[in-house]
C-alpha cells in the first residue's frame, strides 16, 4: 500500500473530491484562453516599440547607420539565415523535450505543437507568459491528460526555466566576465553586464526562495487554513496533493528536466556564435558567454515581445564599446534575433493554428487510476 506521503495516494484522494471533478468539467468545458482587445492593443503598442527602437536607437546606441547595417545584412554568407535558422528551431524543441519529461503520457507531438503555441503567445505579449501557459493546458487537456498532471508538470516545466534562465545563465555570465577581464590582465568594460545580471539573479533568487517557501508543507497547510473561508478556493487537499507531485517529480526527474532547458540556452548561445562569425567579429569565448547572458537577461524585460530591439541594441552597443565596428555588431544581433525572436513566433503562430484545428482526444481526460494520474507509480 502507498505511503501517506506517496505523491498517487495524495492524487487520488484530490481527484476523487468533487472540487476536483468541478474543476476538470471547466477546463474540458472552456475554450483556448481569450486574448482579450487589451491584450491586442498591448501586442501592437509593443511592436510599435521594438520598430521605434530598432529604426532610431539602435543606431544612436551603435553609432551605426542602417545603410551600412543593411549593406552588412546583404553581405552575409549563404550559410548564416539556414544555421541561426535552425537553431532556433532547435532550441523550441528542447524547451518541448522538457514539458515532456514533466508531463507524464503527453505525446511529443502535441507538446511540441503546445509548446510553440504557448512560446509564441508569451512573446508576441508582454507579459503574456500566464496566457501562454493557459493556451499550453488547454491542449494538453485536449489531447486526454489529467488535470492533477498537467498542473504538476507545467508548473515544473516553468521552476526549471526559471532556475536555468534566471539564475544559472547571469551566474554563467557573471563568472565568464569576471574570468575575461582576470585573464586580460586589466578591467573588460561590457556597460550593463554586471548590473543587469546582478538584479536579474537577486530577483530569480528572491522568487525561488518565496516558492521554496511555499512548498513548505507546514506554511503551505497554514496558508491554506486561512484561505479556506475564500468562495471558489481550491480544496486543501487538492493543492498539498498536488504540492506532494510536484516535489516528487523535481527530485526523482531532476536531471531529465534541467538538461533539455539548458541545452536550449546553449543552442542559442551556439546561434550567437554562428552570428559574430558570420560578420567576421572574432569575440574572446568567455566574452561570447558574457554577452549572451546579458541579452538573456534583457529578454525578460516585457516591454517588448521577448525584450526584442532591446536586447539587441545593448548587446550591440556592448561589442561597440569592446572595439568592434558599429555595422557588424548591429547586424550580428540581427541575425542572433531570428534564433531567439523570429523562430520561436514562427513557430508559434503555425502550433496556434494547427492545435485549434485538431480533434480532441476520442475518450475524456482520465482521472484514474492513481498511479497513472500521478505519472508515478506506488513503488515509486
Known amino acids: 500500500m502507498a505511503s501517506p506521503r506517496d505523491p498517487s495516494d495524495h492524487l487520488a484522494a484530490a481527484e476523487g473530491s468533487d472540487r476536483f471533478a468541478q474543476l476538470a468539467q471547466e477546463m474540458d468545458a472552456d475554450g483556448p484562453p481569450r486574448i482579450t482587445p487589451r491584450k491586442l492593443v498591448t501586442a501592437v503598442l509593443s511592436l510599435l516599440v521594438v520598430a521605434a527602437i530598432l529604426l532610431w536607437v539602435l543606431p544612436w546606441a551603435t553609432g551605426a547607420d542602417w545603410s551600412g547595417i543593411l549593406a552588412t545584412i546583404g553581405s552575409l554568407p549563404w550559410w548564416a539565415m539556414p544555421a541561426v535558422t535552425v537553431l532556433g528551431l532547435a532550441a523550441v524543441a528542447l524547451e518541448a523535450i522538457t514539458v515532456r519529461v514533466a508531463v507524464p503520457g503527453s505525446r511529443c507531438g502535441a507538446v511540441l505543437q503546445g509548446h510553440a503555441a504557448s ?35 507545467l508548473i515544473a516545466a516553468s521552476l526549471v526555466e526559471m ?57 503551505l497547510s497554514g496558508l491554506l487554513a486561512q484561505a479556506g473561508a475564500i468562495p471558489g478556493f481550491p480544496a486543501p487537499e487538492l493543492v498539498l496533493a498536488q504540492r506532494d507531485a510536484l516535489l516528487h517529480l523535481l527530485r526523482t526527474r531532476a536531471l531529465a528536466l534541467l538538461g533539455p532547458t539548458a541545452g536550449a540556452r546553449i543552442v542559442q548561445w551556439a546561434a550567437l556564435l554562428v552570428a559574430l562569425a558570420a560578420v567576421d567579429l572574432q569575440v574572446p569565448l568567455l566574452l561570447t558567454i558574457a554577452i549572451f547572458a546579458l541579452g538573456r537577461v534583457l529578454s525578460l524585460i516585457p516591454l517588448t515581445p521577448g525584450g526584442a530591439a532591446i536586447t539587441e541594441t545593448v548587446a550591440a552597443a556592448a561589442l561597440v564599446a569592446l572595439g568592434y565596428g558599429a555595422e557588424d555588431a548591429a547586424a550580428a544581433m540581427l541575425l542572433l534575433a531570428v534564433a531567439t525572436v523570429v523562430v520561436p513566433l514562427l513557430t508559434g503562430a503555425l502550433g496556434a493554428a494547427t492545435a485549434l484545428q485538431s480533434p480532441p482526444a476520442q475518450s475524456p481526460p482520465r482521472h484514474s487510476p492513481p498511479e497513472e494520474s500521478a505519472g508515478y507509480s506506488s513503488s515509486t
Open 163 to 219: 532556475a536555468v534562465t534566471s539564475v544559472m545563465v547571469p551566474v554563467l555570465g557573471l563568472g565568464a566576465y569576471a574570468l575575461s577581464s582576470l585573464l586580460a590582465g586589466s578591467e573588460i568594460d561590457l556597460p550593463g553586464a554586471g548590473w543587469a545580471a546582478v538584479v536579474a539573479l537577486a530577483v530569480s533568487v528572491l522568487a525561488l526562495a518565496l516558492t521554496a517557501l511555499g512548498l513548505n508543507r507546514r506554511v
Open 119 to 153: 512560446s509564441g503567445i508569451s512573446l508576441a505579449i508582454p507579459g503574456g507568459g500566464l496566457l501562454g501557459i493557459g493556451m499550453l493546458a488547454w491542449l494538453l487537456r485536449r489531447r486526454g491528460l489529467a488535470l492533477a498532471v498537467v498542473i504538476t508538470g
